[in-house]
C-alpha cells in the first residue's frame, strides 16, 4: 500500500516526514517537514542513492505542478526542512540558490538547524522558537508567526 502522505512527482513521489497546516485567522499556510538528521548526501552521482538534491527535485516538481491540490486538496505549500548543522543547512540553500528553478519556488523551502535532531536523538522539549524566529531561505527569512 502506498504511503498516505506520497506526493507523485515527475519520476516518483516524494513522502515529507509531516504535513501541517497554520491557521492564521482564516488564512492558511501548509507545510511539508523534512527533518533532515545529515544521514544523506546533499548530492550523489548514483541514481538510485537518496540525497537531498533528489528530494529537493521532487519536491519541486510538486511545486512547480501543484500535485499537492489534487493530491492533498489544499491550495498552497512550502518545505520546512530542519537539519542538524548550520554548514549542512548552508550547503542546502546553495543547492536552491544555484538550481535550474525560478526563486518562486525557491523561496518556498524554509531552512532552520537543530543539533537535537543529530546522530543521537531524543525527543527535545517544546521549541517555540521554531514558530517565533524567521526561518533562512533563498532571498529574505520568513517568520511562520506572522500570515
Not at 515529507?16 to 491557521?23: A, E, K, N
Not at 507545510?31 to 540525497?51: C, H, N
Not at 517565533?132 to 520568513?142: A, I, N, Q
Request: glycine share 6%.
Amino acid at each position: 500500500m502506498e504511503h498516505p502522505l506520497a506526493l507523485p512527482c515527475g519520476d516518483g513521489a516524494i513522502t515529507p516526514d509531516q504535513l501541517f497546516g497554520i491557521d492564521y485567522g482564516g488564512r492558511y499556510r501548509f507545510f511539508a517537514l523534512e527533518a533532515d538528521r545529515k544521514t544523506e548526501t546533499i548530492v550523489s552521482t548514483k541514481a538510485i542513492s537518496k540525497s537531498f538534491a533528489n528530494k529537493l527535485k521532487r519536491y519541486v516538481y510538486a511545486l512547480d505542478h501543484q500535485t499537492y491540490r489534487d493530491v492533498w486538496g489544499i491550495p498552497s505549500l512550502s518545505v520546512l526542512v530542519v537539519t542538524v548543522t548550520e554548514a549542512h543547512m548552508r550547503t542546502m540553500i546553495q543547492q536552491l540558490e544555484f538550481g535550474e528553478w525560478d526563486d518562486r519556488i525557491a523561496n518556498r523551502f524554509l531552512f532552520k538547524t537543530k543539533p537535537q535532531f543529530g546522530k543521537y536523538w531524543t525527543v527535545p522539549d517544546v521549541m517555540t522558537d521554531l514558530l517565533m524566529t524567521p526561518w533562512e531561505r533563498v532571498g529574505t527569512p520568513l517568520n511562520l508567526c506572522k500570515p
